[in-house]
């Protein structure tokens, strides 16, 4: 740290002290001549992932995440087989596992469904985290959570059963609903900015703006799913989720895409800011007398 910094730092005490004095009540906006002055400088370090990694595929039904995976899976095995690891382990989705035992899922799916397929989908997570491998997986809490939005929007504008009548049982759904929610996001906090190294959003490839009363071609599952993907986008812009989106024409060009990106940052690194602290005045006393213009070896601090 250079004299001219600490001398800097002097004559803003200095300031302040002055402001203090010249008024008859604190001054909100002048610094403390009691108070330990810190700077906060910005340096950057270079940051190479270690294996096994983990990938989160978001996007709403119908987008394309289990083609987008299998180009993905292919084109980056010599990577892992490289880099002596074992192949990148594919996390499926399980809201098709629950359905194959004949249970609602999407439009039609509860608090219930919400939360099993978060946990079925952690189970196979973490299985793959005891296991050591690199995994891949087809959605993310996020997509619970969205999915919990819609059908909670469904029940209570009545559009579930075109009506708009709340009856008890109405009522009982949007409060287990409107409770999945809220476990759903404490699930997210606790498991998603932290814990996967690469994210992608795959969005829908056609957006249709419906208005009411328009004859248009387009099943209820299909206006689920936009309605889902709306969701998505506003929990993004919610949590300030900064997913690397893939809207790519087709599954190869956004499996070349996210390879790319992960393959220069697990070869070559990635550089990423550091905030650092570092203590100024720390050999200097912040009583008045003791601040002058003139530099001294007491106020010289490390470079």
């Given amino acids: 740290m250079s004299k001219s910094l600490a001398k800097n ?7 302040g002290k002055e402001a203090y004095d010249l008024k008859d009540e604190p001054c909100e906006t002048c ?7 810190t700077v906060q400088e910005t340096a950057t370090t270079r940051y190479i992932p270690e294996y096994p990694i983990r990938i989160a595929v978001v996007g709403a039904p119908g987008s394309g995440k289990s083609d987008f995976i299998k ?8 990577l892992f087989s490289t880099a002596g690891q074992p192949p990148l382990k594919v996390v499926s989705n399980p ?4 359905e194959k035992l004949n249970q609602a899922m999407g439009i039609f799916g509860g608090f219930r469904e ?14 793959a985290n005891f296991e050591g491998k690199s995994f891949i997986s087809s959605g993310t809490v996020l997509e619970s959570m969205a999915h919990a939005a819609v059908n909670y929007e469904n029940i209570m504008l009545g559009l579930g059963d075109n009506s708009s009548i709340v009856t008890a ?19 997210y906090r606790e498991n998603f900015g932290h814990y996967y190294h690469f994210g992608w959003y795959l969005p829908l490839a056609e957006t249709k703006i419906i208005i009411p009363g328009q004859e248009v071609e387009q099943s209820v ?5 936009f309605r889902v993907d709306a969701a998505l986008q506003q929990l993004f812009a ?10 790519q024409p087709t599954a190869k060009e956004k499996a070349e895409v996210a390879f790319a990106a992960v393959n220069e940052i697990m070869t070559e690194g990635v550089d990423i800011p550091i905030p650092v602290q570092q203590e100024l005045l720390d050999e200097i006393k912040m009583a008045p007398e003791a601040v002058d213009d003139s530099p001294s070896e007491s106020a010289t601090l490390p470079e």
């Fill in 9 to 15: 730092a002097k004559k803003r005490v200095a300031k």
């Fill in 31 to 37: 610094p403390d001549p009691e108070e330990p002055m």
């Fill in 71 to 78: 180009a993905f899976v292919k084109k980056s095995k010599p």
């Fill in 95 to 98: 809201g098709l596992d629950i």
């Fill in 114 to 127: 919400h939360l099993w397929t978060f946990f079925k989908r952690f189970d196979q997570e973490f299985a």
């Fill in 169 to 187: 049982k109405t009522q009982m759904y949007m409060e287990q609903l409107g409770l999945a929610m809220t476990v759903l996001g404490h699930l």
């Fill in 221 to 225: 599952e299909e206006r689920h799913a």
């Fill in 238 to 247: 919610n949590f300030s989720i900064p997913l690397q989106v893939l809207d």
